[in-house]
Structure formats: C-alpha cells, structure tokens
C-alpha cells in the first residue's frame, strides 16, 4: 500500500522559503525607494500638484488656490531624475520650509551643474569640465553668456542621463530633441534671451529632403553641433552658417553619425554590411552599402564590360 506524502511537510519546507522571498522583494523595493521622499513630500504637497492646500489664519479657513505652472514639479519625473536621491533643500534655502515663502528667496543665486560636480572624482567618467569647455565655446554661451545657463536644456528637476542607458535609439532621439524643442518651439522661453522672432523649424529646414525621416532618425545635434571624442553627446552648438548640409556626410561609409548618434553602439560590419549598428534601427542609403553586393555589382559590371568588348571585336573582324 502507497504511503502519501503529508501535506504538512510541503507546508515546513516552502512556507520558510515564501517568507524568506516577502523579505528580499522589500528589502529591494525600500533600496529603490528615494533617499528622502518623505522629507520632500513637504515640497511636494503643493509643488508637485497644480492646486494646493493652505490654512489662512486671518480667516481661519482652509483655502485652495492654483499653483503657478512653472513652479509644478511632477514627483513621478523628479523620482526618475538624476538627482532623484537629493533632499529640495540640498538645491533650494532652508528658508523654503517656512510658509508662505519670503519674496526675497526669488532672488537666490541658483546652482550649476559644475558648482557640484567640476574636479569630483566620483564623477570622473562623465567628463564634466570636457563638457563645460565645450559648452563654453558653443554659440549658445558665446551670444547669451551668463544667461544661458546648464539649466536652460537640462532641467535639474526633471532631466535624466538617456543615451548612454539604453539601446533604443529613437527614444535617444526623442529625447534629446525634446531638449531643443523646448526653447526652439517655445516662444515663450525662447524670448527670455532674445527679442528676435523665434524662427520655425520646418520652414528653415525646408530645404532637406525626406523632412519628417530625419526629424524621426537624427537628432539635431548631429547637424548642429561640433563632435568631440571624449564626451558622449555634444555641447558644442555651431552657428547655423556652419550646420551640416552636405547629404554626403551622414549618407557614406565614414558616416559621422558612427561618432555622434552611434558612438558607443556596435561598430563593424555584420553580414557584410557597413556601419552595422544604423541596421538596428533603420537603413541609411550610402552609409549602410555591402561589400558582398559591393563586389557582385563590380564582377557583374567587369562582365558586361567585357562582353560589350567581346562582341565589338567579332563584329569588326567580320566586316
């Protein structure tokens, strides 16, 4: 007679390892949890909402009012930033915890990214003082100077490092185009540096072909900025007389987009083709040719050639 296996004893073995499992997952989940949400979520109470909630104690009544648009810090953005583990006052005047906020805390001198990281070791790989010389030279600082700051293309609430983590180009592109759009297709931050008109895009590239490709497969500093090797994305913004418009730049086998847009994706050749990496995302004409049909369309043409010049010769000899 079979002996069945008692219940019980499945419930000795697994239900340790259940718990052992509950364990670890929150122990993971308070490790990705930000260092200091709940200190934040002070600040986020009104900032991160576009209402808010306040006691008016010379009417002794709670009030909501409407937050000023541009002071609204989405907590979901913030959370996935750069700076996602910073204390609000690590930036902002311990003042900002007293409320309603003094009108003098307008005028705090604002932070920029070399303030924190220039000569930090710690943040050595991503070349932060290569980054700023170039910045320095690029027509945004040359023409705006102090006012065009770090911050003007970086928003320091919201910004997170996007091409070197992760393998999916287009949103790469989307990305940092987003980073351009927001003053080049924005009149109102665009005027906070210059009276000039601020010019439309599709117009002033009216004249590249196959527009909306290219908006979708490039970002606008491949054609706009100057590439330096030992930075990944490049600060060196170009005036538009010296913007890329030879098609024979990108469309070839020394692509330059193998040292912007494809800098650190795989490099070489797959099943013959050049420039492997642009196949994982689309098929740039010239730049992704094949030495295989390369060399079929020499051999094929050498035949014809030579046929051509078989057939003339028998002609002539029988005249």
Not at 246 to 262: E, Q, T, W
Request: hydrophobic fraction near 35%; charge should be negative; proline fraction near 4%.
């Amino acid at each position: 007679m079979d002996k069945k296996f008692p219940c019980y004893l499945c419930w000795i073995f697994f239900l340790p390892l259940f718990f052992i499992y509950i364990q670890l997952h929150a122990q993971k989940e308070k490790c990705d949890e930000p260092k200091h949400a709940e200190e934040n979520e002070t600040c986020f109470k009104c900032h991160g909402q576009k209402n808010y909630f306040y006691f008016n104690e010379w009417i002794e009544r709670e009030l909501k009012e409407r937050m000023n648009p541009y002071f609204v810090i989405p907590p979901q953005d913030f959370y996935v930033s750069n700076h996602k583990n910073f204390r609000c006052t690590d930036c902002h005047s311990e003042d900002y915890k007293i409320f309603p906020h003094s009108g003098e805390l307008r005028m705090e001198l604002k932070y920029t990214c070399m303030d924190c990281h220039e000569g930090d070791p710690n943040y050595s790989e991503f070349h932060f003082e290569n980054i700023n010389e170039e910045f320095q030279k690029s027509v945004h600082s040359q023409k705006h100077d102090e006012d065009f700051t770090c911050w003007m293309c970086h928003n320091p609430h919201s910004y997170k490092i996007n091409a070197r983590n992760t393998t999916n180009i287009k949103n790469t592109i989307a990305y940092d185009n987003e980073i351009c759009l927001s003053c080049h297709a924005d009149l109102n931050k665009y005027s906070l540096l210059t009276e000039q008109t601020n010019p439309n895009i599709i117009e002033k590239h009216d004249w590249l072909p196959n527009q909306a490709a290219h908006f979708l497969n490039v970002r606008c500093i491949e054609c706009h900025a100057e590439n330096n090797d030992s930075i990944l994305v490049a600060h060196n913004v170009q005036p538009k007389e010296k913007a890329v418009k030879l098609c024979v730049k990108c469309h070839s086998r020394n692509s330059l987009l193998m040292a912007s847009l494809y800098k650190f994706q795989f490099k070489g050749e797959k099943a013959g083709f050049y420039n492997a990496a642009m196949l994982e995302e689309s098929y740039v004409i010239g730049a992704n040719r094949n030495y295989y049909l390369n060399l079929l369309s020499i051999i094929i043409t050498c035949c014809v050639l030579v046929g051509i010049a078989i057939h003339s010769i028998l002609r002539i000899t029988k005249l």
